[in-house]
């Protein structure tokens, strides 16, 4: 494999974004609530280091469902572009959610960790185990939106180039939570 179609990795973002942004709109989650059998959601956006081409644009689609107060599973789909390659990561996450006292429970840390894969198409390409590893911040501003500020470092075997074994791919990105 060369290369991915980039317009239609594109059009999938925009798919998924707009998806995303159709359940915002018509409240199917309340982004505040961590109530045991929720289901919650979100999207961001940000950048992607240390890839096999350099640093990415990269946009994260989560969904998660509430298992215990302040804990959570679910899956994690992490694409990333630069001028000369697409990556795609998806993995399952495993979330604790920590409530930062004398906020009236607005503001939480969320540690989380995950297990998948990773595909990146640069030059002949390579797919690699993918471990994503990382620290959030979620901030309510109302019962339905939250504002999410995540950063994770992904740890894979893509080969970089630069040699054999493991590397460190980190990366920050701002979004939402519905």
Known sequence: MTGWNRPALW???VAAASVGLIGLAGGL???????????TGGVSGGFLGDTPDGTAFAVNLNAERILLENFSVGPLLQLGVTGDSSQVGLSGQVKYWI???NTGKKLKVTPQIGLGFVHNSFR????SWLIPLGV?????????????????????????????GANAMPGLTVGVRF
């Open 29 to 39: 989650a309340e982004g505040a609530d961590l109530r045991p059998g929720a289901f």
């Open 136 to 164: 959030g911040a979620d901030y309510a501003l109302t019962d339905r939106l939250n504002l999410t500020g995540t950063f994770l470092l992904n740890v894979s075997d893509l080969d970089t180039g630069r040699g054999s």
């Open 11 to 13: 059009r999938a973002v």
């Open 99 to 101: 409530d930062i006292p």
């Open 124 to 127: 002949r390409g390579d797919t």
